[in-house]
């Protein structure tokens, strides 16, 4: 069982960026990592991913660019640099974990076992 909170989240400016942290209770080493986002009357959706050892990521064609995932795993922590923010990235931001490792192709389309509660990011225009 593997417990993720995240934090970081909050209300800023369009243009500002944060940085998400995503901190899980066990060894995250042999998960690869997501970060997905739900903004209001909308269904979640991909943001990023990273394979187990950080070598390999994915990002969603909206954030590429201007969002940056990483982890750390000696500390068990996933992080997601968010910068030129937008009103439309207005969102509840979840972090996830998949047994998977993508290391050697894509990142996109895992199967998450283990989910945070959220952390919400409010751009204002």
């Known amino acids: 069982q593997v417990m993720l909170v995240e934090s970081g989240g909050g209300l800023l400016q369009a243009g500002g960026s944060l940085r998400l942290s995503c901190a899980a209770s066990?060894?995250?080493?042999?998960?690869?990592m997501g970060w997905f986002r739900q903004a209001p009357r909308k269904e979640r959706e991909f943001v990023a991913a990273?394979?187990?050892?950080?070598?390999?990521?994915a990002y969603a064609d909206s954030v590429k660019g201007r969002f940056t995932i990483s982890r750390d795993n000696a500390k068990n922590t996933v992080y997601l640099q968010v910068n030129s923010l937008k009103p439309e990235d207005t969102a509840v931001y979840y972090c996830?974990?998949?047994?998977?490792?993508?290391?050697?192709?894509?990142?996109?389309?895992?199967?998450?076992?283990?989910w945070g509660q959220g952390t919400q990011v409010t751009v204002s225009s």
């Open positions: 990273i394979s187990w050892s950080g070598g390999n990521t």
């Open positions: 996830a974990a998949s047994p998977e490792d993508c290391s050697g192709y894509g990142c996109y389309d895992l199967t998450y076992e283990y």
């Open positions: 066990g060894r995250i080493s042999s998960y690869s």
